[in-house]
């Protein structure tokens, strides 16, 4: 069986029950508590000079990131991002200032 088959569809009613509710989250605010500490640590300073370090020392601030980033409380997907973006930036200087290109 499909996934959309083992689904339960909704009736029109239930449909509207369901969108009612979900808009009173919205409103009052409701966001998961996991999710604004997340968003909360991923903005801290000592997270934004982690960042600043990667973009502007990539190999001081790649390596920055992998040994702290319990500390830094950056997942996985997160720490793989950043070295990503701290090889392009390396490689970048490395074409314009050491090949001259």
Not at 16 to 42: P, T, W
Not at 69 to 84: A, G, I, M, P, Q
């Amino acid at each position: 069986m499909s996934k959309a088959s083992k689904r339960q569809k909704l009736t029109q009613e239930e449909l509207k029950e369901e969108n009612k509710k979900l808009r009173r989250e919205i409103a009052q605010g409701y966001i998961n508590k996991e999710d604004s500490e997340r968003i909360v640590n991923m903005l801290s300073t000592q997270n934004l000079i982690a960042y600043a370090i990667v973009l502007f020392l990539p190999p001081v601030g790649i390596w920055y990131i992998w040994t702290r980033r319990e500390k830094l409380h950056l997942n996985d997907s997160s720490v793989y991002l950043w070295t990503f973006v701290g090889c392009v930036i390396f490689y970048q200087y490395i074409k314009h200032f050491v090949l001259g290109g």
